[in-house]
């Protein structure tokens, strides 16, 4: 999906998606912020690169980032991506904010949205293990304290195809400009008072499970 087309609002993104492990309920698409993050490796030139982009509810862009990065393989960069997007979010958001997360890597987004459910139990015990690759278990670490620290999250699994992030991490050099667009601290507008009456499309004839 090039960077240059408008791509659909996070939101949307977010509602037409899975999240692993966490039913996807009518008040899904109540979230205040929606974070689409990649990561890239190449094998060929051992170069790297992570992009992130930041949304409100509303579908106003906070910020942009194409950022080259040192990575030793692609495992890595998606959960270096998506702690470098936590990160800028948690400066620019509330800590209460609900957020959407959007990544394509299945493993990830697993990950994230067990340890939601982890951070909600007495025992703080995930359901199921966490795969995590070991060289980034630090990032992972990061990535579990800015969980902890909004009023909640979860994840979504995107197609590559359709993360708009995905060019911002495969190209870091050609959309180096997306760095210097101005730091927007923005609040999304309140939501409408029928939101909370009519589930996301792609959810409204589904069952929990799916």
Request: hydrophobic share 35%.
């Amino acid at each position: 999906m090039a960077v240059h087309g408008r791509h659909p609002s996070l939101r949307d993104l977010f509602d037409e998606s899975p999240t692993p492990h966490i039913a996807h309920p009518p008040h899904t698409h109540h979230r205040d912020f929606y974070v689409a993050t990649d990561g890239s490796y190449s094998h060929n030139s051992g170069a790297g690169g992570l992009g992130v982009i930041i949304e409100t509810r509303d579908g106003r862009r906070v910020t942009r980032l194409s950022i080259p990065d040192d990575v030793p393989d692609n495992n890595v960069a998606e959960y270096r991506a998506l702690h470098l997007g936590l990160d800028v979010l948690a400066v620019r958001a509330p800590a209460d904010a609900r957020v959407g997360v959007l990544v394509d890597h299945d493993q990830l987004a697993a990950n994230v949205n067990n340890a939601v459910l982890a951070f909600n139990r007495l025992d703080w015990r995930p359901p199921k293990p966490f795969s995590v690759p070991p060289p980034g278990k630090f990032h992972w670490r990061g990535i579990r304290a800015r969980i902890a620290g909004f009023g909640e999250l979860r994840a979504a699994r995107i197609r590559s195809d359709h993360n708009p992030a995905h060019p911002l991490a495969n190209a870091p050099d050609e959309y180096a400009h997306v760095n210097r667009e101005p730091a927007r601290c923005l609040l999304p507008d309140a939501p409408q008072s029928c939101e909370t009456q009519i589930p996301p499309p792609s959810r409204a004839n589904r069952h929990a499970s799916d």
